[in-house]
T-cell receptor
Framework: QKEVEQDPGPLSVPEGAIVSLNCTYSNSAFQYFMWYRQYSRKGPELLMYTYSSGNKEDGRFTAQVDKSSKYISLFIRDSQPSDSATYLCAMSENYGGATNKLIFGTGTLLAVQP | GAVVSQHPSWVICKSGTSVKIECRSLDFQATTMFWYRQFPKQSLMLMATSNEGSKATYEQGVEKDKFLINHASLTLSTLTVTSAHPEDSSFYIC????????????FGSGTQLSVL
């Protein structure tokens, strides 16, 4: 079993739809959870960062963490064609520095149709 | 704007040659940088941790003699793929912990390596 599971998609939605992206994980020691957006052949771009359980909102993006279920989600409201990209979840046990080792999901390919 | 610059963005080389990839932290002094590799439709996998002024730390299964890392200054780390073979063809990405606690990683734009 992989430490982090993510549905690779592709996920196709119409413009304006609410998008739900999810990851599950097996390591209960993960405390830091991140979502990255990656356009084709580019480096990932940090979208959201959360620590422990709860919700965090930033504009059209909302990140949720449920540590009891080992499940994290990213919601995108009013999706736009420019949101079309691969979304990677990532998580780590440690608090920073040289011990920071992110474990990534495989990414979900999202296509927002105009 | 970009805070991490990676160069080149793509490179094609013959089998047996060596390729150097540069990663620069543009506005932040980084004692640590990370090198990842990404195969098509697979996760980003950490290869090694580059430490300024000391030896890199390699993940299990990564050959340190094949993937040479040099972190000579607080703004520059290089990854050299030595004696490259077709199976080394991949997308290589560096990252820099952006704040003082290091939990937020910012990535370079990546280097697509194709070995013929």
């Amino acid at each position: 079993q992989k430490e982090v599971e993510q549905d690779p998609g592709p996920l196709s939605v119409p413009e304006g739809a609410i998008v739900s992206l999810n990851c599950t994980y097996s390591n209960s020691a993960f405390q830091y959870f991140m979502w990255y957006r990656q356009y084709s052949r580019k480096g990932p771009e940090l979208l959201m960062y959360t620590y422990s359980s709860g919700n965090k909102e930033d504009g059209r993006f909302t990140a949720q963490v449920d540590k009891s279920s080992k499940y994290i989600s990213l919601f995108i409201r009013d999706s736009q064609p420019s949101d079309s990209a691969t979304y990677l979840c990532a998580m780590s046990e440690n608090y920073g520095g040289a011990t920071n080792k992110l474990i990534f999901g495989t990414g979900t390919l999202l296509a927002v149709q105009p | 704007g970009a805070v991490v610059s990676q160069h080149p963005s793509w490179v094609i080389c013959k089998s047996g040659t060596s390729v150097k990839i540069e990663c620069r932290s543009l506005d932040f002094q980084a004692t640590t940088m990370f090198w990842y590799r990404q195969f098509p439709k697979q996760s980003l996998m950490l290869m090694a941790t580059s430490n300024e002024g000391s030896k890199a730390t390699y993940e299990q299964g990564v050959e340190k003699d094949k993937f040479l890392i040099n972190h000579a200054s607080l703004t520059l780390s290089t990854l050299t793929v030595t004696s490259a073979h077709p199976e080394d063809s991949s997308f290589y990405i560096c990252s820099v912990p952006r704040d003082s606690f290091g939990e937020k990683l910012f990535f370079g734009s990546g280097t697509q390596l194709s070995v013929l």
